[in-house]
DNA sequence: AATTGACTCTATTCTTGGAATAGGTCTTAA
DNA sequence: TTAAGACCTATTCCAAGAATAGAGTCAATT
């Protein structure tokens, strides 16, 4: 083995690398053989040309592309190349973040199934205590009950749009809800035109931000969209029943989607609720 | 705009994707528009598939790859998701610990570009004192001096075998150096066949790993290895001079490797010191 | 009914960093 | 001389779209 002379087959082995590997190099111009046989196209390497292939590697593992490589690759003094390495080190600083983020997101969601299995299934109603809340709100011009189906998906649209304009994370639109003013509860003439998503403590002084103060609520779960007007009419209906009195607003909060299940319809799980008082 | 029977285009604007998203989504199976006209292909969309297009959003978000999100459509209970869903938050936990480790390795070479902006560059002789060190060795069967000038990257090889071998990271690789055993310090018979690399608190316990006391070294750099024997010589005389005592082994090691700058060669910035002892 | 402009269709190419393949040429040892 | 193994170029594939070309379609206006 001529270690001035290498062909591609030994230079990949020496450097534990593929031939394609240092034929890709050769042809994006970050390592071009010390000698090409004219006749042939055959490769031929020296061994001090491993130096730039170790290069290669590390700012490999720094995550750079090979076009990037390839720039600092012209750089001829050392203050480039720590200025370029610093900002490297930023970036990945952010990437870092975003992963976290991402993470946060997931644990969200699996919060939110977790709130599912614990919640009954069977339209059974019950009375809860709920914490303060805020909530971030966008009203419609239509009322969501009035309309042919679509008026959840409309109001959904619009509160999502509200969302992005107002550079709200768009992970909250997991966990959305309507909500129907106290004065509009009115059975056989139900009245609600705003959506609204959870917010939390980052985002509680934007003027679109509700607070929802903590209180006893008497509530019942579904699954089905389509039968909320008539479950809110029965919880209603139940508040007389059982002597109480209303005090405040109806809210309907999703406690989680399924969108993998079902692939043409919003299939989720919901929960409505009546915050009352003792008389 | 009839909600029920929505053209790609108006679907793409309500949901803030592409019209090539959809179609590429439609053609991957994870949407299909809920009619396609026979006759011109035309692709209508249903407002509530809006739902799907949601769900394939906030996976995109968690990183997982298309082909992952129709696997996961798949699933038809909150079991299944919801362990899909903690996998992918351990495998996010694995990608931001190996960012940080890239990042702790540019914080290496950043670190060696400060080492060598504070050396004097012109072969000035200095006397400095140098903690303990811990190295792991690799002992070659030549005298790398010995050989016409490939005897150094061919011990680098070697070492960066045993490296991988022993299962260590290769970012130690960037901080090599050679080591010549006291007894072999002869003026005008330098013989060196051990090469090594530093390693920190993790690795103590291989038994090639080797520690190097602290102690007052006699030291100078350079940047040229070919001048590595002549720069020895000089140190060595200077001992003499000084009427000092070569108080252990000769140390030559890496400071900085600048790979960019020179294509087919290694140039590096290097150290060769000598630990003594004052009479 | 015809025109026009906006929309949609399929098909292809491009991006990254190689891996894999086919089909052909070269080198080296027996 | 022959055969194995190494090498060559060229092409395709991966992921998730973006961008383009060229052709067909829709809806509103004239």
């Known amino acids: 083995m001529e270690l001035g002379k290498l062909t591609i087959g030994q230079m990949a082995k020496i450097n534990a690398v593929t031939i394609q590997t240092l034929r890709l190099y050769d042809r994006e111009g970050l390592l071009k053989p010390l000698i090409v046989d004219e006749n042939t ?25 090979l076009r990037k490589i390839k720039d600092h690759i012209k750089f001829k003094n050392v203050e ?34 977790q709130r599912y299995e614990n919640l009954p299934k069977n339209h059974q109603i019950f009375i809860e205590y709920v914490g303060e809340r805020y909530i971030f709100k966008h009203q419609s011009e239509k009322n969501y009950f009035d309309q042919d189906g679509y008026g959840y998906e409309l109001l959904l649209h619009e509160l999502k749009k509200a969302l992005i304009s107002m550079k709200l994370p768009l992970t909250y639109y997991r966990n959305v809800g309507t909500i129907m003013r106290k004065e509009n509860i009115k059975p056989g003439n139900l009245l609600s035109n705003e959506a609204f998503v959870l917010v939390d403590d980052n985002f509680r002084d934007n003027e679109d931000v509700e607070r929802i103060p903590p209180g006893m609520y008497i509530s019942m779960c579904s699954g089905d969209l389509y039968e909320e007007m008539e479950l809110a009419e029965r919880l209603i209906a139940e508040i007389e029943k059982r ?14 989607e399924f969108p993998a299940f079902k692939e043409n319809v919003r299939d989720m799980f919901f929960k409505i609720q009546i915050p009352i008082r003792f008389k």
């Not at 130096?51 to 590697?57: H, K, N, P, S, T």
């Not at 990437?95 to 997931?106: F, G, M, P, S, V």
């Open 41 to 65: 196209g055959y490769r031929y390497y020296h061994i001090n040309q491993s130096a730039r292939l170790d290069m290669i590697q590390y700012m490999k593992d720094y995550g750079l592309t």
């Open 80 to 113: 480039d190349t720590v200025e370029f390495l610093k900002k490297r080190y930023v970036e990945i600083d952010q990437e870092i973040q975003d992963l976290k983020y991402n993470q946060k997101e997931i644990g969200r969601a699996l919060e939110n199934y």
């Open 243 to 256: 002597d109480l009195e209303i005090a405040g607003d109806y809210i309907c909060e999703v406690i989680t």
